[in-house]
Nanobody, 126 residues
């Protein structure tokens, strides 16, 4: 049974930082590229960032460039999202997701990701 479990969310003031983690189990981690998505209240889920299976390449949404960093530790089956200079508009539920290594990459399309975490709340106060 595949599980993706996010942690590290919470409440932070604007300008602050958070690091999200996503621990994967039940799959061969290195056979998947990993991504982060988010969904704000009343809005559609949107792509944030993705990292290649080996952790060498990354790709970001424009809203994340220069502020967020995605990385992974394949020895720990974990993907991270370091978020700096947070803004109130970053408030959302954040999800990690996995897309098979053989698929087109990078991809922002959520339907191409086959496994998803349960999500974790990030709230940025002004």
């Amino acid at each position: 049974q595949v599980q993706l479990v996010e942690s590290g969310g919470g409440l932070v003031q604007a300008g602050g930082s958070l690091r999200l983690s996503c621990a994967a189990s039940g799959l061969t981690f290195t056979r998947y590229h990993m991504g982060w998505f988010r969904q704000a209240p009343g809005k559609e889920r949107e792509f944030v960032a993705t990292v290649s299976s080996a952790g060498i390449s990354t790709y970001y949404a424009d809203s994340a460039k220069g502020r967020f960093t995605i990385s992974r530790d394949n020895a720990k089956n974990t993907v991270y999202l370091q978020m700096n200079s947070l803004k109130p508009e970053d408030t959302a539920v954040y999800y990690c997701a996995a897309v098979p290594k053989g698929n087109r990459w990078p991809t922002e399309r959520d339907y191409e990701y086959v496994y998803w975490g349960q999500g974790i709340q990030v709230t940025v106060s002004s």
